[in-house]
């Protein structure tokens, strides 16, 4: 669906740009902010996630403004929804039947908010950037904070994590991240960019999968479904493990990643006010 929607909206504004005034663009010299939209690949990084692994095929979808400063420079700010998930029984490597015997799995849809400075290799030609370079690399990194509500299913029902204390830690539901980067703009017509881009989030929490320190006590959960999902070896048929025992990594904390393909539309004042023509109208009046 959202991969249908995202053609749509390309072919609606290339064939837009393509019928514009082909003289206007000239007019309108000073060019500083543009809308950004479009989406991609998620990975997530954490106790549920296989080592080596660099991209996996959840989705991610966003919108963003980009203001440029002043040369190769950019102010961008974005938000995005992003969806990530693990699963012991997909686990590969060392840990394999370990991590099989323990039998924990969570996904999560967040959202995500950020604001990030954006270095280009090429100026940006505000001035008159209907010049601007075919392809231009850039950099960003700046700040950001993320929702952070992971679930998992148990006999085809689907429960929140966070409320019900896995490990006895309470943890917040909006963590703050750091996203850092590279990509490329591509240029496609006068007022429009294809980019390409892949951002890695450093977070400060170790509990976007649920899964960081040890197991409690059984008896401090209230009901049967919240001692499974805290000790979910029980559905394979063995006894809950002691108290104690590391459920997770707590020296590390977890981390996702974004690859974006988006469309950059350059906000025109003219395009704004919805009249490519007013620029040729003489300011003077008799």
């Known amino acids: 669906m959202i991969n249908r929607l995202f053609l749509i909206a390309l072919f609606l504004i290339t064939l837009g740009v393509s019928t514009a005034d082909a003289q206007y663009y000239r007019r309108i010299r000073n060019q500083r902010l543009t809308f ?31 203001y440029a400063l002043r040369d190769r420079w950019a102010l961008r700010s974005d938000i995005s929804v992003y969806h990530i998930s693990g699963n012991d029984a997909n686990a590969k490597g060392e840990f394999e039947q370990s991590r099989k015997k323990r039998n924990l799995s969570f996904e999560a849809t967040n959202f995500e908010w950020n604001v990030v400075g ?45 409320p019900i204390q896995t490990e006895g830690e309470e943890y917040a539901s909006i963590i703050p991240v750091l996203p850092f980067g590279g990509g490329v703009k591509l240029r496609i017509s006068n007022f429009l960019n294809f980019n390409a881009e892949v951002g890695y989030r450093v977070v400060f929490s170790d509990y976007l999968d649920d899964v960081s320190d040890t197991y409690i006590p059984q008896s401090a959960f209230a009901n049967e479904a919240e001692r499974t999902l805290a000790d979910r070896r029980q559905e394979l048929g063995f006894d809950p493990v002691p108290a104690g025992t590391l459920r997770g990594n707590p020296d590390k ?9 988006s469309l950059e539309y350059y906000l025109t004042p003219g395009l704004v006010r919805n009249n490519p023509y007013r620029a040729r109208r003489s300011p003077y009046r008799r």
């Open 36 to 66: 950004l939209f479009g989406g991609g690949l998620s990975t997530y990084y954490g106790e549920l996630q296989n080592d080596g692994v660099i991209l996996k095929t959840d989705w991610n979808a966003g919108i963003g403004f980009q």
């Open 118 to 162: 954006v270095f280009h290799w090429y100026s940006l030609d505000a001035t008159s950037f209907y010049r601007r370079p075919i392809a231009n690399p850039y950099l960003f990194a700046g700040i950001g904070a993320t929702t952070n509500n992971p679930t998992a299913n148990l006999n085809g029902e689907s429960y929140d994590l966070r």
């Open 253 to 261: 904390n977890d981390g996702y990643l974004l690859l974006k393909f």
